[in-house]
């Protein structure tokens, strides 16, 4: 009951605006990546990586420095973040466990003061809370062919990545198009890029083996 009334005390800024006044509440991105390192953005030090649109976002906006991971897996991560609760409290604390629809998130909080919600790119919370946004749409590969994608949904086969489609971002324009002009947004985007394949040789090795 403190978690939720934590909740709710914390999307009480976010509001519906009262009958008659302009709704000026600020539209919300939230970017989740897979396999990405606190020290792997250009804001962060790293010397390789490029990352300039992120570091504009980094330099406008607020950064935590100090963050702790409480369990270092995919989806029972995103579990937590969507649900503000520790993993072993989601009841989808494992890999590949669905979240139970009996679990609140903060989604449904935004979506009630008024916000239009949606989701692009990796989705990995199970089907029974895909109705608490207003729209979700998948990427299409994560090594192989998701058949919960949006080519797939077509009745497309994926024959080769292009750009940014199999990161799921390409889904993000579309879904700001579509969106209702009349109300701010939610916009939950979670990006493959930091997961794919790697190619050996593109970047150089901090060590050797044998000097571990």
Not at 116 to 137: I, M, N, Q, Y
Request: charge should be neutral.
């Amino acid at each position: 009951m403190r978690l939720l009334s934590l909740i709710f005390i914390t999307f009480a800024a976010f509001a519906a605006p009262a009958l008659g006044q302009a709704d000026m509440r600020p539209n919300i991105v939230f970017i989740i990546a897979d396999d990405l390192a606190w020290d792997d953005l250009g804001c962060t030090g790293n010397p390789r990586v490029r990352t300039p649109n992120l570091d504009r976002l980094a330099k406008g906006g607020m950064r935590f420095t100090n963050a702790y991971l409480t369990i270092s897996s995919c989806s029972p991560s995103r579990a937590s973040i969507i649900t503000g609760t520790y993993p072993h409290q989601t009841d989808a604390e494992q890999l590949h466990w669905p979240l139970p629809a009996d679990r609140l998130t903060f989604v449904e909080l935004l979506k009630a003061s008024g916000y239009w919600t949606a989701a692009a790119g990796k989705w990995h919370l199970g089907s029974a809370v895909k109705d608490r946004f207003d729209e979700v749409r998948e990427a299409d590969v994560s090594g192989f062919q998701l058949p919960t994608g949006e080519a797939a949904k077509a009745g497309k086969i994926v024959q080769k990545v292009v750009g940014d489609a199999r990161s799921g971002c390409d889904q993000w324009v579309p879904l700001l198009k579509a969106r209702p002009t009349d109300k701010p947004f939610f916009l939950w985007l979670a990006a493959l890029d930091p997961h794919r394949d790697y190619d050996e040789g593109i970047l150089e090795q901090p060590h050797k083996p044998g000097d571990v």
